[in-house]
């Protein structure tokens, strides 16, 4: 498992707060409060329902903790409980809307995706990179939820083909063939609009 700051592993972390120590919980989770929030943000594309959609996982984590088998990666494990939670949500938008056919609908397109943005101190960027990352952000966001999920696991958060099958509940050549379309549906979309930017140059990684 990985190391923590303080180089305890988190075997070592987890087995402290379910002897009581349940403050150490922050310790545990500190390393992916980012991604945890990115990958929600991503999937909702609102701030707020993101950020309660985070924090709701990290409640789920804590209560279930004991329930955590040991031989999975923690992080997965995590990611797995924040796309549930991002999932219901989803559901909940939709019933919302069915009850609601009166009022003016709003996707609260305003709202853009954060899951390819620095977490960390932002350098400064030049004009031309924040338009391609914006680009890329808005479409990625576009993808319909099954591709838009996978390329999150698999090129945002880089989880493993086992690791990003094991937290969708799907098969590996499942998450191969998602993977390929979904980067497909990218190009098409992409290639066109960044041509500008680079001709001479391949603008995605794969």
């Given at each position: 498992?990985a190391?923590?700051?303080?180089?305890?592993?988190e075997?070592?972390?987890?087995?402290?707060?379910?002897?009581?120590?349940?403050?150490?919980?922050?310790?545990?989770?500190?390393?992916?409060?980012?991604?945890?929030?990115?990958?929600a943000?991503?999937?909702?594309?609102?701030?707020?329902?993101?950020?309660d959609?985070?924090?709701?996982?990290?409640?789920?984590?804590?209560?279930?903790l004991?329930?955590?088998?040991?031989?999975?990666?923690?992080?997965t494990?995590?990611?797995?409980?924040?796309?549930?939670?991002?999932?219901?949500?989803?559901?909940?938008r939709?019933?919302?809307k069915?009850?609601?056919?009166?009022?003016?609908?709003?996707?609260?397109?305003?709202?853009?995706?954060?899951?390819?943005?620095?977490?960390?101190?932002?350098?400064?960027?030049?004009?031309?990179?924040?338009?391609?990352?914006?680009?890329?952000?808005?479409?990625?966001?576009?993808?319909?939820?099954?591709?838009?999920?996978i390329?999150?696991?698999?090129?945002?958060?880089?989880?493993?083909?086992?690791?990003?099958?094991?937290?969708?509940?799907?098969?590996?050549?499942?998450?191969k063939?998602?993977?390929?379309?979904?980067?497909?549906?990218?190009?098409?979309?992409?290639?066109?609009?960044l041509k500008?930017?680079?001709?001479?140059?391949?603008?995605l990684?794969?």
């Open positions: 498992m190391e923590v700051a303080d180089g305890r592993d075997a070592q972390i987890i087995a402290s707060i379910l002897s009581g120590n349940t403050n150490e919980f922050y310790v545990l989770i500190r390393p992916y409060e980012r991604s945890v929030y990115a990958m943000l991503s999937l909702l594309q609102n701030e707020a329902d993101a950020e959609a985070a924090q709701e996982a990290f409640l789920k984590a804590f209560r279930h004991a329930s955590f088998r040991a031989e999975a990666k923690f992080s494990w995590l990611i797995s409980i924040t796309l549930n939670e991002a999932r219901s949500r989803l559901r909940q939709k019933v919302l069915l009850q609601s056919l009166d009022e003016p609908l709003d996707e609260q397109g305003h709202v853009s995706p954060a899951l390819l943005r620095d977490w960390c101190e932002v350098s400064t960027q030049t004009l031309e990179r924040q338009e391609v990352r914006l680009l890329l952000e808005r479409a990625i966001a576009s993808l319909p939820l099954i591709y838009r999920e390329v999150l696991m698999r090129d945002v958060e880089e989880l493993s083909v086992n690791e990003s099958a094991e937290t969708l509940g799907i098969s590996i050549g499942s998450v063939v998602r993977l390929h379309r979904a980067r497909m549906m990218l190009q098409k979309t992409l290639a066109p609009q500008p930017f680079n001709p001479k140059r391949r603008w990684p794969w």
